[in-house]
């Protein structure tokens, strides 16, 4: 499956911005799918995922409460609603996906979006 992530851009702190990650390829309800994100200089960090058939999510404590990720399988896409931004959002975010049981380690992804940079400003 080919992944390809979309919808960053800069935002003050408080805003808000909706990522998109269109999958092609192959059915997008046989992936669980993931959101991850790297800044500049740190590791990548998971942010959120949700299994295939979007009846189960999970979240990172940093953003739990402001962000919800979300999939439409119809579509082919999965998203990341961020509410609430922070400076320490900033990042770029990657999408992913799983063949095997969804979770927040980032070594059990198969495929990989080319991410997309999330720039909060203060």
């Known amino acids: 499956v080919q992944l390809q992530a979309s919808g960053g851009g800069s935002v003050q702190a408080g805003g808000s911005l909706r990522l998109s990650c269109a999958a092609s390829?192959?059915?997008?309800?046989?992936?669980?799918m993931g959101w991850f994100r790297q800044a500049p200089g740190n590791e990548r960090e998971f942010v959120a995922l949700?299994?295939?058939?979007?009846?189960?999510?999970t979240y990172a404590d940093s953003v739990k409460g402001r962000f919800t990720i979300s999939r439409d399988n119809n579509k082919c896409t999965v998203y990341l609603q961020m509410n609430s931004l922070k400076p320490e959002d900033t990042a770029v975010y990657y999408c992913?996906?799983?063949?095997?049981?969804?979770?927040?380690?980032?070594?059990?992804?198969?495929?990989w979006g080319q991410g997309t940079l999330v720039t909060v400003s203060s």
């Open positions: 390829g192959r059915p997008l309800s046989n992936y669980g």
């Open positions: 949700i299994s295939r058939a979007g009846s189960s999510t």
């Open positions: 992913a996906a799983t063949r095997s049981i969804t979770g927040s380690d980032s070594r059990t992804y198969d495929y």
